[in-house]
């Protein structure tokens, strides 16, 4: 059944007219893209509501006509923000106590326009709306990229009241779809286990994802879903679905209510949680920007549109890429000098790699970081581990032809620093009582501009140390809780979790203002900020602490689903594994980290002469490829979490001609079981030559021979993974 979702427009009783008024002319605003429709019904001083979203309706007018028939006692039609108030029984988009105590909003449309914008691949759509009793404006504003098959959209409330405005509830859209089913994937997750997934039949009543950490949100949950509906089973190829994810790096909600009409309303957006925001007499609140995406193409064309929205508009700089790199962390962690770190640049340079991240302990002289425990905050070289200073360091490996790169974390401070003991206002605390350490640490309070100005010189200095830093990595090593803010009043102390948030974002602007250049990446314990309102600012993040491949199969996986490769930083570590104990071959662990941006994350001197050979190879054949998995297409084929323990994903060029199969075995199978990968994203027409990488000799039948697309695509090839951890990448290129 398809959605068709209109107000009924029947009595007039009301003081408002609204959702249940007589009928005035209806107009439908048509916002799309070249395949998805999102359509509006509005109507002088009438409540604007969702005809539909989903595929495009290219001629949309003769749905002024449709009426629903809902009984208006059953609550009002389907809102383009609902509110409390007007008859609306589901959770509220916008939940409000006016400035002289009204609890309720009841919103009517006033206007509406479109522009394109400079980018004509890009239109904007604002809609007016306003109470239709209080002077409390709500503008909604949706942007539509075409080619992309992405509409996102937020909010924007204005108080003209005579005084302020506290809002309990502002939601950055709602969004109700009708379906006869609702299967919901999303992520969950810990610290070395995120982006985990989850597939969940929704029920009546309500479902939510949600964090309140409001740092490092994603290692838990992620503010991103994709919902297949009118069907109970995921599928990476068939099937509608509808795709969210929200550019927020603060406490978020996704609210999923199956009402008394079948109807799935969706509300996504900054978490309500605690978060009661007084807004002042004449001011403004924007809230962040929810991306959506719809496809006939399952999981798969959802992802895709996902991915190619990302690199053209949602990350910083999306059309480029770190580039291979040794990161010191698991190699040397806080127990180096300049000799450890010249001798991995030689390594480093040896095989091939393009960058060299020195990792923590670097800094502090009062209070040395030579662990965890202190240091954080004071941010002066570490005279004792590096007297000849990272610009030797870094000038060390310009020298061998490689980038540099230099770890931060400047929103923390140890007690046993000098900055706690400068500045204990900074810390996020309530007065008189405990402020919980974590990691022994505390966070600095981000909404306070003083903090938010030592935030950015931390990034600011670090960049002086000397003009060969071309990466910074950015970590963030714990969440906030119990929080209290010495900046804030006491009575906006519920302020902190926008305002930090906010606060971080000001800082990123500022430091983008003036390195624009400057490749960044969002650490957070792992993959504590994976999530499109960092990457409007970062390059790419760090995907998870845990190196170990096995497990990496899952947590690349779950990133992929809403996350495009080329922000996925994928390091190969020594065995057994730091994380899990594991012992994988070293062509499992490149192959694993391969189908990401490589890197490597140990000390290259425990490697053997063999595993270095490979890993010169594995590096050189990776960058022949490296341009299908940063730009290409994603085909997952199955998932990590198959019963048959085979696994297999492709990246395939935008025009087709070339494309690289990465495969895996993941359980032992019995000699029995050999795994068939039917390939897909392939011209049918188009004969394809199949080339081994990462091996020495060939190994399979099909190893050098041509197919065509058509024969690849039905009966697909079978390379015989039946040892676990077995794996292989196969590059296909065009004849
Ligand atoms: C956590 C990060 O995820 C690691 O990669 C490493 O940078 C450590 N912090 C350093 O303390």
């Given at each position: 059944?398809?959605k068709l979702?209109?107000?009924?427009?029947?009595?007039?009783?009301?003081?408002?007219?609204?959702?249940?008024?007589?009928?005035?002319?209806?107009?439908?605003?048509?916002i799309?893209?070249?395949?998805?429709?999102?359509?509006?019904?509005?109507?002088p001083?009438q409540?604007?509501?969702?005809?539909?979203?989903?595929?495009?309706?290219?001629?949309?007018?003769?749905?002024?006509?449709?009426?629903?028939?809902?009984?208006?006692d059953?609550?009002t039609?389907?809102?383009?923000?609902?509110t409390?108030?007007e008859?609306?029984f589901?959770?509220?988009?916008?939940?409000v106590?006016?400035?002289?105590?009204?609890?309720?909003t009841?919103?009517?449309?006033v206007s509406?326009?479109?522009?394109?914008?400079?980018?004509?691949?890009?239109?904007?759509?604002?809609v007016?709306?306003?109470?239709?009793?209080?002077?409390?404006?709500v503008?909604?504003?949706?942007?539509?990229?075409?080619?992309?098959?992405?509409?996102?959209?937020?909010?924007?409330?204005?108080?003209r009241?005579?005084?302020?405005?506290?809002?309990?509830?502002?939601?950055?859209?709602?969004?109700?779809?009708?379906?006869?089913?609702?299967?919901?994937?999303?992520?969950y997750?810990?610290?070395t286990?995120?982006?985990q997934?989850d597939?969940?039949?929704?029920?009546?009543?309500t479902?939510?994802?949600q964090?309140?950490?409001?740092?490092?949100?994603?290692?838990?949950?992620?503010p991103?879903?994709?919902?297949?509906?009118?069907s109970?089973?995921?599928?990476?190829?068939?099937?509608?679905?509808?795709?969210?994810?929200?550019?927020?790096?603060?406490?978020?909600?996704?609210?999923?209510?199956?009402?008394?009409?079948?109807?799935?309303?969706i509300l996504?957006?900054?978490?309500?949680?605690?978060?009661?925001?007084?807004?002042?007499k004449?001011?403004?609140?924007?809230?962040?920007?929810?991306?959506?995406?719809?496809?006939?193409?399952?999981?798969?064309?959802?992802?895709?549109?996902?991915?190619?929205?990302?690199?053209n508009?949602?990350?910083?700089?999306?059309?480029?890429?770190?580039?291979?790199?040794l990161?010191?962390?698991?190699?040397?962690?806080?127990?180096?000098?300049?000799?450890?770190?010249t001798?991995?640049?030689?390594?480093?340079?040896?095989?091939?790699?393009?960058?060299?991240?020195l990792?923590?302990?670097w800094?502090?002289?009062?209070?040395?970081?030579?662990?965890?425990?202190?240091?954080?905050?004071?941010?002066?070289?570490?005279r004792a581990?590096?007297?000849?200073?990272?610009?030797?360091?870094?000038?060390?490996?310009?020298?061998k032809?490689?980038?540099f790169?230099?770890?931060?974390?400047?929103?923390m401070?140890n007690?046993?620093?000098?900055?706690?003991?400068?500045?204990?206002?900074?810390?996020?605390?309530?007065?008189?009582?405990?402020?919980?350490?974590?990691?022994?640490?505390?966070?600095?309070?981000?909404?306070?501009p003083?903090?938010?100005?030592?935030?950015?010189g931390v990034?600011d200095?670090?960049?002086?140390?000397?003009d060969?830093?071309?990466?910074?990595k950015?970590d963030?090593?714990?969440?906030?809780?119990?929080?209290?803010?010495?900046?804030?009043?006491?009575d906006?102390?519920?302020h902190?979790?926008i305002d930090y948030?906010?606060?971080?974002y000001?800082?990123?602007?500022?430091?983008?203002?003036?390195y624009?250049?400057?490749?960044?990446?969002?650490?957070?314990?792992?993959?504590?900020?994976?999530e499109?309102g960092?990457?409007?600012?970062?390059?790419?993040?760090?995907?998870?602490?845990?190196?170990?491949?096995?497990?990496?199969?899952?947590?690349?996986?779950?990133?992929?689903?809403?996350?495009?490769?080329?922000?996925?930083?994928s390091h190969?570590s020594?065995?057994?594994n730091?994380?899990?104990?594991?012992?994988?071959?070293?062509?499992?662990?490149?192959?694993?980290?391969?189908?990401?941006?490589?890197?490597?994350?140990?000390?290259?001197?425990?490697?053997t002469?063999?595993?270095?050979?490979?890993?010169?190879?594995?590096?050189?054949?990776?960058?022949?490829?490296?341009?299908?998995?940063?730009?290409?297409?994603?085909y997952?084929?199955?998932?990590?979490?198959?019963?048959?323990?085979?696994?297999?994903?492709?990246?395939?060029?935008?025009?087709?001609?070339?494309?690289?199969?990465?495969?895996?075995?993941?359980?032992?199978q019995?000699?029995?079981?050999?795994?068939?990968?039917?390939?897909?994203?392939?011209?049918?027409?188009?004969?394809?030559?199949?080339?081994?990488?990462?091996v020495d000799?060939?190994?399979?039948?099909?190893?050098?021979?041509?197919?065509?697309g058509?024969?690849?695509?039905?009966?697909?090839?079978?390379?015989?993974?039946?040892?676990l951890y077995?794996?292989?990448?196969?590059?296909?290129e065009?004849?």
């Amino acid at each position: 059944m398809k959605k068709l979702l209109f107000p009924g427009l029947l009595c007039a009783a009301l003081l408002c007219a609204g959702p249940l008024a007589a009928a005035e002319p209806v107009e439908i605003i048509d916002i799309h893209t070249d395949d998805v429709s999102l359509l509006l019904a509005a109507a002088p001083d009438q409540a604007v509501s969702v005809l539909h979203f989903g595929g495009r309706i290219t001629d949309p007018a003769p749905l002024k006509e449709y009426r629903s028939g809902r009984w208006p006692d059953y609550g009002t039609e389907n809102l383009i923000y609902p509110t409390m108030g007007e008859r609306n029984f589901r959770e509220p988009a916008l939940r409000v106590t006016h400035a002289d105590g009204d609890l309720n909003t009841e919103l009517r449309y006033v206007s509406h326009e479109s522009r394109t914008l400079a980018d004509a691949n890009v239109t904007q759509t604002v809609v007016r709306m306003s109470d239709c009793v209080q002077a409390l404006d709500v503008e909604l504003r949706f942007t539509a990229y075409a080619r992309e098959n992405v509409i996102s959209t937020h909010a924007v409330i204005r108080n003209r009241e005579k005084g302020p405005v506290m809002l309990h509830s502002f939601y950055s859209s709602a969004l109700p779809l009708e379906a006869e089913s609702y299967l919901l994937t999303h992520l969950y997750g810990a610290w070395t286990r995120e982006a985990q997934v989850d597939h969940t039949l929704l029920t009546h009543g309500t479902k939510s994802i949600q964090s309140t950490r409001e740092v490092r949100t994603t290692h838990t949950e992620n503010p991103a879903f994709l919902l297949t509906l009118g069907s109970r089973t995921f599928s990476e190829e068939y099937g509608e679905v509808v795709a969210g994810a929200l550019a927020w790096s603060g406490n978020f909600r996704l609210n999923f209510e199956i009402d008394d009409s079948d109807v799935l309303n969706i509300l996504a957006g900054a978490n309500p949680f605690g978060s009661e925001y007084r807004l002042a007499k004449g001011e403004s609140f924007t809230t962040p920007e929810m991306i959506y995406t719809h496809s006939y193409r399952g999981a798969g064309g959802a992802s895709r549109n996902l991915h190619d929205w990302a690199r053209n508009y949602g990350i910083w700089h999306g059309d480029t890429y770190a580039p291979t790199l040794l990161n010191s962390w698991e190699g040397a962690y806080f127990d180096f000098d300049a000799r450890t770190l010249t001798a991995m640049i030689d390594d480093a340079a040896a095989m091939g790699l393009e960058m060299f991240v020195l990792d923590d302990g670097w800094f502090g002289n009062k209070y040395p970081r030579n662990d965890s425990r202190a240091g954080l905050g004071d941010w002066e070289v570490n005279r004792a581990k590096l007297p000849e200073g990272i610009d030797y360091i870094a000038s060390y490996a310009h020298e061998k032809g490689l980038k540099f790169g230099i770890w931060i974390e400047p929103e923390m401070v140890n007690p046993n620093s000098e900055l706690a003991h400068k500045h204990p206002d900074w810390v996020v605390r309530t007065p008189k009582r405990d402020a919980p350490q974590t990691r022994t640490q505390w966070l600095l309070d981000l909404s306070n501009p003083a903090v938010q100005d030592f935030v950015f010189g931390v990034f600011d200095r670090t960049m002086q140390l000397s003009d060969k830093i071309d990466y910074i990595k950015w970590d963030a090593n714990r969440n906030a809780n119990n929080v209290g803010s010495a900046w804030l009043p006491a009575d906006e102390q519920s302020h902190f979790w926008i305002d930090y948030a906010q606060g971080f974002y000001k800082v990123m602007e500022r430091i983008r203002a003036k390195y624009p250049d400057v490749l960044i990446q969002a650490c957070a314990s792992g993959g504590g900020r994976v999530e499109y309102g960092a990457l409007r600012y970062f390059n790419e993040v760090w995907t998870s602490d845990n190196t170990e491949a096995l497990s990496r199969a899952r947590i690349q996986y779950g990133t992929s689903l809403f996350y495009p490769a080329s922000v996925m930083g994928s390091h190969v570590s020594i065995v057994p594994n730091h994380q899990s104990g594991n012992i994988t071959p070293i062509k499992f662990r490149f192959d694993m980290a391969c189908a990401g941006r490589l890197g490597m994350e140990l000390q290259p001197k425990q490697m053997t002469d063999q595993e270095k050979d490979f890993a010169r190879q594995a590096i050189a054949n990776y960058k022949e490829y490296r341009d299908l998995v940063m730009h290409g297409d994603l085909y997952r084929l199955g998932s990590p979490y198959d019963e048959s323990g085979c696994y297999g994903l492709m990246y395939v060029a935008k025009d087709r001609r070339r494309a690289v199969l990465f495969t895996y075995c993941l359980r032992y199978q019995g000699r029995t079981q050999i795994p068939k990968f039917r390939l897909q994203g392939l011209d049918p027409e188009t004969e394809y030559c199949i080339r081994e990488l990462n091996v020495d000799k060939p190994r399979f039948w099909f190893d050098g021979k041509t197919f065509r697309g058509e024969l690849l695509r039905e009966a697909g090839i079978n390379p015989q993974l039946s040892r676990l951890y077995d794996s292989g990448v196969f590059l296909l290129e065009a004849r």
